[in-house]
Structures are given as structure tokens and as C-alpha cells.
């Protein structure tokens, strides 16, 4: 599933509130994200999300 820049920043929020990096009340989507998955559907959710990014950047034409 391709997500937006502001989507993977706010997994990389959640990711760090999952890991005692950020407080909870840093962002209150972010603190959803991170009470509703575990650390690993977040990780899984950046890596697809930059995959998605990268295979946009090489491959501009087909991401219209």
C-alpha cells in the first residue's frame, strides 16, 4: 500500500513512542498507531512504505 511522506513520518513517530523514544503526548495519531500495532507491523508499514517511495523515484512514469 503506498503511503504518503506525512503518513511514514507518523510511523516513524509511532515507531519511536513504541520504543520509550518519544512521550505518547508528542502526537496524539502517532500515539493511536503505536497503542493499536506492535513494533513490527510498524516497521513493516515504513519498509513498505519506503519501497513504495523508491520504486516511485526510479520509476517515475508508472506512478501517475
Excluded: C, V, W
Aim: net charge positive.
Amino acid at each position: 500500500m503506498p503511503y504518503t511522506s506525512d503518513q511514514l513520518k507518523l510511523f516513524g513517530i509511532a515507531l519511536s513512542m513504541k520504543r520509550g523514544q518519544t512521550p505518547y503526548s508528542y502526537s496524539k495519531a502517532a500515539a493511536e498507531i503505536a497503542q493499536n500495532n506492535s513494533e513490527a507491523e510498524i516497521e513493516k508499514m515504513i519498509a513498505e512504505g519506503e519501497k513504495e517511495d523508491n520504486l516511485k523515484k526510479r520509476y517515475p512514469t508508472m506512478h501517475k
